[in-house]
């Protein structure tokens, strides 16, 4: 496996994209390298980034209009039928209204049906509660055959859409609608599965997510003028979880910190919480959304308010560590 | 179970066609009253259905279930998964006997149809609604993306199932993409388990409501097993737009205490009664 760098202006000076947008030019990369790619949308199709592919292959596209179950159910039917489709619409429509039709003809069926559910988090802004996905994480978590991913950034959204269509299979692809920062470079690996370390550190381990991957490293390097030395990892697949990279950070550093922008419960928290439960017990602080919808607000104002930036994350875990032991329990 | 072993090929005859579907129905009984749990009066219902398609009308191999060049079966109302065990079993799929192993811990023959786990099952259904999309996404695919012209695909939906909005949905994408390759059968039992279709939720202008969304409507009597062949043939021709066949037929067809009682919706015969009823078969029509 290569290393994986970070750009090294992205703390400095970060070029912003959205994530959604690599998810688009990965998807019309997967189109031109194998036909059997379709893109199917509900009346989302611009701002969920598959314009491209519909212009380039308007027969491989497929409008559903505003309808969830049927998205992901044609879907299925077209995976049946030997092609690889992807999904799109809002997250918190889809998967946030189709679970069962997913679960059953999807997941239950093993059809290669890919679920993009653009627009998570609390990044979506003045749209407020209602349209930011939060529990995203949790639901797809739990259901068998069903592979979770939510990219850093928007170069990596990009990887992990060709990865995707080079190994179809059940999965739920994570993406954000706002201008996130871009930390990861053209050449930086992506894999479904593996965990990536960031940046070493001998005191905590922060494991991170999707966009709340590049807040952990500005959280460690704020850490790192306290003296405390924190490890970043950085999980893009959150199922399967790369047990054998997050057990070894924590065998190294005797702490955890989750940062996910999705609710504590159920998701990258209730992931390691599992994990560590089960195979090597330490404090787990869980940063996220605790038991609460979002509101409506600017994206930075709403990460604020949900101390999900990384000087508010890096005063968060300082505390933590005041407050509890270091070390197994 | 006192199965006999007898295996039906593709016919056109009226009679073996109906030599069949007694057979089937014979074998819903039995699988039933054996499991001691599972729907009667569905099954029962849509054996002549199901018997037209697997013994006349679709292209399939029972000797090879993934044959790429089949005509492809959603069987989207998934609780009435004995008819098509039955006729799987009865095509040649998997051995007669082991119709007698349903719903059991272990069996090949889930409570509902599981992908993967019995040859001939195409897609995993029970929850409902979800049949009609899938079946519509394969025609798409067929029709609209590889051109194939010669496959076609074959969806049954409960009368009851028409209550999820996902049908609706799939109704829609299928009347706009013109499936013309895409033919449902709707099992117009009028009942389903709280009680009478058009008490529990009316489908009121039932083939206006079709014909609104695009699709060319047949009416049949969906008991007379010659009638659904010539349905399923003319929905066949029908190429600029899917064809939805009204199936109408009688719950618990063919056992005399079943008929038109919604109560047996989702209840076995005891074995006594799965006596009577093969009694009943026997000296029926069919």
Redesign the interface.
Known sequence: MSVYQIDPKALVEPRLEPIRHGFGRGLLAAGETDERV?ALCADLTESTCMHHFKARFP??F?E??I?E??LV???????????I?FTSSYAAFSPGRNW??IK??AC???RPVIVCGSHAGINVGYDGATHQMLEDLAIMRVLPNMRVIAPGDSLEAERATLAIAADPAPTYLRLARDQTPVFSRPDSPFQIGPAYPLREGSDVSLIATGTMTYQALVAASLLDRHGISAEVVHVPTVKPLDEATVLASLRKTGRAVTIEEAQIAGGLGGAICELTARAHPVVVQRLGLRDRYGETGAPTELLEKFRLTGRLIAEDIERGLDSTPKGSL | MGLDERVFTRTDDDVQLRRVVRVVREDIVRMLAAAGSGHSAGPLGMAEQLTALYFNVMRHDPANPDWPDRDLFFLSNGHVAPVLYAVLARAGYFPVAELGTLRRLGSRLQGHPERGALPGVESTSGPLGCGLSQAAGYAHALRNIDHVKRRFVYVTLGDGELDEGNVWEAAMFAGKYKLGNLIALVDRNNIQIDGATEDVMPLTGLRAKWEAFDWHVLDIDGNDVRAVVDALVLGQKVSWAPTVILANTVPGRGVPFMEYDHSWHGKPPTPAQAAEALRALAGGES
């Open positions: 379709v027969e491989r497929v559903v209009g309808a179950q049927n159910t044609v879907a299925a039917g077209l995976a049946h039928a030997g092609k489709p069962e039709q059953t003809t239950m069926n093993r």
